[in-house]
């Protein structure tokens, strides 16, 4: 599958909740290529300043209207670069990059926390119509804004809050051991902060689960040219988290 | 004059030879920005382009620095991949053989821990399919107690005999910037029998989070590239081009058509496109379609009209 | 604790000494891109910055370079003013006594062509109302054969104890960043007696116009300064820090407080602002003021709390 | 009269010829202050790249709206960085800056090349209701737009066009030598390109006619700090074309 660079025409760039958009990108070539797991490379501006692309996983791609939407936080000067943008604009992206998800198993659990929740959501469309669970987290209520989004695709949504301000209070690992001792899960997919990963990964080991976990690292190249982002593996190999993933067996780069 | 023969003019109008390496443009890839080469390949005809240098190889292989390795500053970046590099024996096994299938001259970027072993890969990569090597003297050199080999003359030129001794194909050496007088460790490398010389590697930088009171990078420091550093490079390949006479690799910096053109005009007689790889992946191709059409546009028939033609 | 002690303590916050000088903030302004001060008078109240380091100043008038004189480049800029000033004489005639009217330390920055000249200038600077005197030794050096004095150890030091014998005043050292081992240099200033150390001056660079082929300033090559380099800035100050025990007046490429806070964390106990003054008029100001914002917000009672807290 | 630096909020910003702009900046501070010669120091990109301001001269002021006007032509990175702004933009000014034009002397002529119509068109504002003859030279007849502009303000206009596209073939020093043989003036103005300048003052000169030149130079600080802009005066001394000039009498800085 090439990868390609095209000039996305913005369809829209909206606020879906407090410093969080969704882009919508018209880029029928990526598109029509994307797999759940994969990302683009943005290259914000047309400056030197911010200089790198942004990687921003694909949280969808329709392949009929030929877009692909992202749905990032604006954390920084590229992002907020990013934000900026509106329909009239076009933004170059490269794309598709990396490996997605491994589509196996028939009783998928999803656990996605903060902005990990992005790729987990193509993610889940691809998985319909298996009866998905999920546990999504977040700090909190505003940033849970993915209740909604995931909810027409998901059997069952389990939510926590840092704060308690929506669904249980306390973080995805907390609700996971009763989850896992009562359903029959086949496959784990997990995206977020590196802790959460961990967490899920020992306890996934525990019940014997296969797990797929979705990395992120800093990028210069996204093709596998640069070496910024690779990241050791248990088989004494270095990974690139930008071509060998973002998303990887757990026991290929879990400890 | 028929379609093919003016497509051929404008071909020729670019080749040139650089140490005895024939290519089809002056603009060849930085070592350790385009991978091997076919990292690249969706982006880019392999055989299209000048040259490929590859990573920067060791004996053994290296997993490279530990913690964040690259930083984004103002017009520039700065990395610290250690030289994460399969090492020799593998790139000979496993990567020379696909790179085989292009037609385009492949160039490997050495690094050694002493003189020997600089030497020693020199000899391993003295077979069919590589057309060049590249020296890499900025690396910390343990046998010199830290001192870099690219920071001080005599040592330099040691290398540069030893490799030479080992190897029949060209040598390139590449200089570091970090130096007080690049000149005379230009003058050093072309005496000790470099054939070409590459211009410049990194500058040394550091940036802090401010948040976090740490360095940004695991490594504390790194190298800068990228726009930000490209009138200190054009100024080095200006002043290194009135004292040697082998052929200068002009890069740092170079995004544009227009860039490599300033390093042409100052002395290089072909240049290499490394940060713009991450920016533009098609970089290395648009910079020779550029050079292409502005010589053209100014009424030359080649390239070489350019090199070093700066007007003082 | 009433407004006013509210106030000053917050004044209190940001009161640095650097060589015996104090300063209300730890923001100075750059040599040569501030002018004598009095030219930003309408931006910024002058009485509350750190100190006015002047334009360079020799001991005869100097016209400065021919030709153009700046250019711009990715996130930086070339200058090649060459040191135009009118000479230490009419500076203390006439320059001097208005700025005596603001309540701000006035440091001048002194250039020779010889350590004869450095000594003479201090001692003709040796005045009241003169706060202490920066050595730029990175201009060329007539009687050393055109190595400037700040790019080898041994004429550092003397220049720097000629001026030490000439003046009670604190002696700050400027070094250039032109060169291979920048520890080296300020252990050797420091060791000639050098009260504190300014890191860093500009890196060598050149620009050419590819439509006319030729350079695009007058004098050919340039010093780089601007965002461009703080990367290679903060890690010269980064690096001296660990070897001097003299402070260090860190800058290069500072626009913003968080620019001025790595530099601090670094090791710089001041900091100074060059090119962004020509960005943001008020930008010696407006960096102190974030200074004191980040100071407050992070639970610190004092600037000094930041300096050299770099976690490695 | 003190500097200022301000954010000027964009009324307008249209083409008014191939490659050239015109626009309004609502800066009520700075519309106060200029006189005819002076100028602004725009920050065209709140950017690293293009970093340092861009210089133009202002065009109009008007005090009661609050606005100042420049013409700028866009001829490089930055002019296109301003060129792309809009009337929801602002931008960031230094301004007044510079010394203005010596509004002395009944029978003005004023002599301008190109871009160098754009200070004089706010002199010729001043100027009025004085009787005053205009030279305008540029290479061909889309570069004189200028004359639209001028023509309510003055009494007689020359134009000279490189091609002969308009008005008489040629350049303004051309038509010169007639104008002072017949003409009783008492002052000329003059700004545009150098070459054009110093055959002007060497005519003034000849008939013994004060005169006023606007010179351009690169400039940093723009407010005398950085001396990237000085120039050569006739007494020895060097001369800022940002605080002592633009304008300058000829015999201070022409040969
Ligand atoms: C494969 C992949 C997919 C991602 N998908 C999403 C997504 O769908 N939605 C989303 O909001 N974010 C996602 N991120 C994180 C996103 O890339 C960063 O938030 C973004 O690059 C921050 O840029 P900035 O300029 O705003 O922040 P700054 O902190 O100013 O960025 C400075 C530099 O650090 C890099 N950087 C900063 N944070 C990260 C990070 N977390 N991961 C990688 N690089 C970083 C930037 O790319 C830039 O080079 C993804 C990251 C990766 C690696
Ligand atoms: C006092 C003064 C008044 C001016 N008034 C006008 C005006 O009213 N209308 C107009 O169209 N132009 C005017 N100019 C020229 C205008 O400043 C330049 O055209 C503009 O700076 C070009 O910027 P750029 O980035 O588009 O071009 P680039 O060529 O990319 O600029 C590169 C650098 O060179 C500088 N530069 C380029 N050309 C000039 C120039 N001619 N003079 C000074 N600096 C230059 C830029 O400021 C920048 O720093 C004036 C210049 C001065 C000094
Ligand atoms: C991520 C990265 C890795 C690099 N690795 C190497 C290397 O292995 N060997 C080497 O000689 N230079 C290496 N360089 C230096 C580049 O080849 C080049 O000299 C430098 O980046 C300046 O060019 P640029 O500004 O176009 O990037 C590396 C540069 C970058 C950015
Ligand atoms: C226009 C200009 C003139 C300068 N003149 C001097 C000078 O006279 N003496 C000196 O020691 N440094 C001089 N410098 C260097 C600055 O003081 C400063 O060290 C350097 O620019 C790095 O800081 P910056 O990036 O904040 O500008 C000059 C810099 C500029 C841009
Ligand atoms: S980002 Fe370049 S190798 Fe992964
Ligand atoms: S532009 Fe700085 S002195 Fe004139």
Redesign the interface.
């Known amino acids: 599958m ?4 095209v000039d996305g025409r913005i369809v829209s760039n909206t606020e879906i909740s407090v410093n969080v958009k969704e882009l919508v990108l018209y880029a029928p070539e990526i598109a029509a290529q994307a797999v759940p797991g994969q990302f683009l490379h943005v ?1 914000v501006a047309n ?7 942004r990687p921003l996983s694909i949280s969808s791609a329709d392949n009929i209207a030929g877009t692909v939407r992202t749905i990032y936080r604006v954390v920084g000067q590229g992002t907020a670069c990013l934000a900026a943008l509106s329909s009239k604009d076009s933004v170059n992206c ?1 794309g598709p990059l990396g490996n997605g998800f491994a589509i196996h198993g028939q009783r998928p659990l999803l656990v996605g926390g903060g902005m990990g929740l992005a790729p987990l959501m193509f993610l889940a469309g691809a998985l319909c119509p298996r009866p998905i669970e999920i546990v999504m987290g977040g700090r909190t209520k505003e940033e849970m804004f993915w209740k909604d989004m995931f909810h027409v695709m998901c059997n069952t949504i389990h939510v926590t809050t840092d704060d308690g301000t929506l669904g249980s209070r306390g973080v995805t690992l907390d609700v996971l051991p009763d989850l896992l001792k009562n359903g029959a899960f086949d496959m784990i997919y997990t995206c977020g902060p590196r802790v959460m990963m961990e967490g899920i990964v020992k306890l996934a080991k525990e019940y014997d689960i296969p797990c797929q976990v979705s990395l992120e690292d ?13 990241c ?1 593996g248990n088989d004494g190999s ?1 990974k690139k988290v930008c ?1 060998e993933g973002p998303v990887f067996w757990a026991q290929e780069v879990m400890p | 004059m028929s379609v093919e023969d003016g497509k051929s003019n404008q071909q020729e109008m670019l080749s040139v030879t650089i140490a005895g390496i024939k290519m089809k443009t002056p603009v060849m890839t930085a070592s350790g920005t385009f991978g091997f080469g076919l990292e690249y390949k969706d982006f880019v005809d392999l055989n299209k382009i000048g040259a490929v240098v590859v990573k920067g190889t060791t004996l053994l292989p290296r997993s490279g620095n530990k913690g964040r390795r690259i930083a984004e500053t103002p017009a520039g970046m700065l990395n610290s991949i250690g030289l994460e590099n399969p090492g020799v024996d593998e790139f000979l096994a496993t990567i020379l053989p696909r790179l085989g299938e292009y037609d385009v001259p492949i160039i490997v970027n050495i690094s050694g821990n002493t003189v020997e072993e600089y030497g020693e890969l020199a000899a391993r990569l003295n077979v069919a399919g590589v057309a060049g090597v590249e020296l890499n003297i900025s690396c910390p050199n343990v046998k010199e107690g830290g001192i870099a080999f690219g920071t001080n003359c005599a040592s330099a030129s040691s290398v540069v005999r030893q490799v030479k001794n080992n190897t029949n194909l060209p040598v390139i050496v590449k200089l570091s910037p970090n130096v007080t007088d690049i000149v005379a460790m230009a003058q050093a490398v072309e005496e000790a029998g470099a054939d070409a010389i590459s211009l410049i590697n990194t500058l040394l930088g550091m940036s802090i989070d401010i948040h976090k009171w740490r360095p940004v990078l695991g490594n504390v420091v790194g190298g800068l590239s990228g726009p930000a550093v490209k009138p200190i490079a054009v100024r080095m390949v200006w002043q290194v081009a009135q004292a040697v006479q082998v052929p200068i690799i002009g890069m740092g910096g170079i995004v544009t058509a227009e860039d490599a053109i300033e390093f042409m005009l100052a002395g290089a007689s072909a240049v290499a496109v490394g940060t713009a790889n991450f920016i533009n992946p098609c970089a290395v191709q648009s910079v020779a379609d550029g050079i292409k059409d502005y010589v053209r546009q100014s009424g030359l028939s080649h390239v070489k009209e350019l090199v070093g033609k700066v007007n003082i």
């Open positions: 090439p990868k390609m660079v290259r400056s030197y300043h911010p200089l790198l692309r490269m800093y990028m210069a190249c996204g093709i596998g040219g640069c070496l910024s982002c690779t050791a270095r071509t």
